[in-house]
């Protein structure tokens, strides 16, 4: 009985370690990663990317069949 106990602890006690240095070690990597996914847009023409696809300071537009986010340049802006 003794060795059986021992032994389901030696499973659970690994098992906590497995844990905390795969997931809990590798989740800042996980995070940092996510904030790079971003979701790409098919379009047309400049009208068919949302508003919202682009920071400030950037504005969408229509690039090989894809939306991309350009830099507003103020003195040159006739939109």
Do not use: Q
């Amino acid at each position: 009985m003794n060795v059986n106990g021992n032994f389901y602890l030696f499973i659970y006690f690994n098992f906590l370690i497995y844990f905390r240095h795969n997931i809990l070690s590798h989740y800042s990597y996980i995070t940092l990663f996510s904030f790079f996914i971003t979701a790409a847009v098919k379009c047309v023409e400049d009208s068919d990317c949302p508003k919202y696809y682009c920071m400030p300071l950037f504005k969408p537009r229509c690039s090989l069949g894809w939306c991309i986010c350009v830099f507003k340049n103020r003195m040159n802006s006739y939109n």
